[in-house]
């Protein structure tokens, strides 16, 4: 009799645990079909520091990307096609810190980085520190496919390009004045924050300022008809940076990650934390090996980031498209497609 009560009383306890952790699940399962999702960086992004037409113009670059790379997957096209396409429009734009409106190194140029990643099977290219090619995503993917090595860096990143037929500008291309403006006011905070402050934050000693900084990178994962995931990261990096710095942009499994056994991931945020934690890899081994969800393995990762000191954001995409997009910034630009071609762009908390 005794057992028998412990027994009732050990299936109670089970049923009420299963019934505690379905809304977690219910959520993952409620979620829409997504086929896209990309950012265009986190940061403090305020709608208070925010004109309407500075808006406006954020979110049609969001959907002029957002409907890119929709297009491509609509077509029957591969995940890495959407990406890249999608991708394209991003670092075309100016308001982005990646491609056109990449931000400037302390010795006033731009030092682009990029990474891609095919979930099918794990092949990944990346280039790193480039002056010279007008879409950094394009010449990751070139080293993914025409090349056997994953990441190639600096002139010789660039020499491979122009053999891969790729198109290269003159560094002035990437010249914009907003960027240029934001240079010379954070050289101004930087020696001022030297003296004030001068040991206790991070960011002083690596050379970089935070204070107030909005993480521009864009990145892209998707997921294509035959089932196959994709993901991609652009960025110019950090503004100020000194010394050669790559971020964690272009390096797979920390800015970028993508296996269809779980899921495509893109990072934005301070790329040194995300190196340390290895963001965009341990969203994918939290679900392959601890059995989250994509929405409790990329919390999580952004939660420990946060612990760290890091800020940023990223977006995770599974197999069955199911999306997450957490951050522990002010805001993050964001934006979705689903499998019908309904585009919905964010912005703030
Ligand atoms: N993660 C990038 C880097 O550290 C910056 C960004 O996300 O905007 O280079």
């Known amino acids: 009799m005794k057992k028998k009560n412990l027994m009732t009383l050990g299936l109670a306890a089970m049923l009420l645990s299963s019934c505690q952790q379905k809304p977690k699940e219910t959520t993952q399962e409620a979620q829409e079909q997504y086929v896209l999702a990309i950012h265009g960086g986190a940061g403090t992004i305020l709608k208070k520091n925010m004109t309407d037409s500075l808006e406006q113009a954020y979110k049609v670059a969001l959907e002029a990307a957002l409907t890119a790379g929709y297009a491509q997957i609509k077509a029957g096209h591969s995940s890495l096609d959407a990406v890249e396409q999608a991708i394209f429009v991003l670092e075309d734009s100016p308001l982005f810190n990646a491609g056109k409106g990449a ?25 790193a520190a480039v002056t010279t090619i007008k879409n950094p995503i394009a010449a990751a993917r070139a080293v993914m496919e025409k090349s056997e090595h994953v990441m190639l860096v600096g002139k010789g990143a660039e020499a491979f390009a122009k053999q891969a037929g790729l198109t290269l500008v003159d560094p002035s291309y990437f010249w914009t004045k907003q960027r240029w403006d934001a240079l010379q006011k954070i050289k101004l905070e930087d020696s001022t924050q030297v ?141 979705t497609v689903d499998k019908d071609g309904n585009i919905k762009v964010e912005i703030y908390k």
């Not at 931000?103 to 280039?127: R, W």
């Not at 990329?298 to 197999?319: C, F, N, P, Y």
């Open 195 to 335: 003296q004030l402050d001068h040991d206790q934050k991070q960011s002083n000693r690596l050379g970089i300022v935070n204070k107030d900084s909005k993480f521009g990178t864009v990145g892209c994962v998707a997921l294509d008809k035959q089932g196959n995931l994709a993901a991609g990261t652009s960025t110019g990096g950090m503004t100020n940076k000194k010394y050669g710095r790559v971020g964690d942009s272009p390096i797979i499994g920390a800015g970028t990650y993508a296996d269809n056994a779980t899921c495509a991931v893109s990072c934005t945020g301070w790329g040194e934390y995300y190196i340390r934690s290895v963001a965009a890899y341990s969203v994918s081994a939290l679900m392959a090996y601890k059995g989250d969800n994509v929405v409790q393995a990329s919390q999580a990762v952004i939660d420990r980031i946060g612990k760290m000191g890091g800020d940023g954001g990223m977006i995770a995409m599974d197999k069955n498209g199911h999306v997450a997009m957490p951050f522990n910034t002010e805001g993050m630009y964001r934006g």
């Open 103 to 127: 931000v400037f190194t302390n010795d006033g140029k731009n030092e682009m980085d990029a990474s891609i990643m095919d979930g099918k099977n794990l092949a990944a290219g990346a280039v």
